[in-house]
T-cell receptor
Framework: DTGVSQDPRHKITKRGQNVTFRCDPISEHNRLYWYRQTLGQGPEFLTYFQNEAQLEKSRLLSDRFSAERPKGSFSTLEIQRTEQGDSAMYLC????????????FGSGTQLSVL | AQKITQTQPGMFVQEKEAVTLDCTYD???????LFWYKQPSSGEMIFLIY??????QNATEGRYSLNFQKARKSANLVISASQLGDSAMYFCAMREANRDDKIIFGKGTRLHILP
């Protein structure tokens, strides 16, 4: 059990560029969540997967955001045409069926849009 | 409407003292769960404790206990014998049974443990 890993840890990009983040959950966890956290706030739910199926998307997830989990293992979160308001920490979490209350979080990807 | 309220943006506590972090919540769902997470400066969210709305006893995990007062819709976290390593952000969170896929978080309380 190596925990939830996220890559990259930091990303600096120019406004209008596309960025993609990756999350590798704990291997036997079938649920995977994406959250966004801005300074001084708690994490806000973006979307979640059960295996490869994306079951819920927040209204926060505009059309510029897309998330995938093609084989039910790792997940990617892509932001197209980034805006300065997208600057935030993007957190990934996973949980195991039958014990899903306990979310295990990664260390996050800090996105800065210049 | 705000679901989770943490009224203490920051707290300073002397090492070895007990500390209580406040959390109130709002829900009309009779079945729900309450959580506390710790976020150190490294950024990783660490699960601390969980309380189900139907649990008869307050949850405890080592030095952490959750003071669950259902009628008051309160779920305070109590840390006994605080340590320097307890310095971090602490988030209260809730999930509702009819929305069991989403956990919503409060704004957090920054705890500083003083030597």
């Amino acid at each position: 059990d190596t925990g939830v890993s996220q890559d990259p840890r930091h990303k600096i990009t120019k406004r209008g560029q596309n960025v993609t983040f990756r999350c590798d959950p704990i291997s036997e966890h079938n649920r995977l969540y994406w959250y966004r956290q801005t300074l001084g706030q708690g994490p806000e739910f973006l979307t979640y997967f059960q295996n490869e199926a994306q079951l819920e998307k927040s209204r926060l997830l505009s059309d510029r955001f897309s998330a995938e989990r093609p084989k039910g293992s790792f997940s990617t979160l892509e932001i197209q045409r980034t805006e300065q308001g997208d600057s935030a920490m993007y957190l990934c979490a996973s949980s195991r069926q039958g014990d899903w209350e306990k979310l295990f979080f990664g260390s996050g990807t800090q996105l800065s849009v210049l | 409407a705000q679901k989770i309220t943490q009224t203490q943006p920051g707290m300073f506590v002397q090492e070895k003292e007990a500390v209580t972090l406040d959390c109130t919540y709002d829900t009309s769902d009779p079945s729900y769960g309450l959580f506390w997470y710790k976020q150190p400066s490294s950024g990783e969210m660490i699960f601390l404790i969980y309380q189900g709305s139907y649990d008869q006893q307050n949850a405890t995990e080592g030095r952490y206990s959750l003071n669950f007062q259902k009628a008051r819709k309160s779920a305070n976290l109590v840390i006994s014998a605080s340590q320097l390593g307890d310095s971090a952000m602490y988030f209260c969170a809730m999930r509702e049974a009819n929305r069991d896929d989403k956990i919503i978080f409060g704004k957090g309380t920054r705890l500083h443990i003083l030597p």
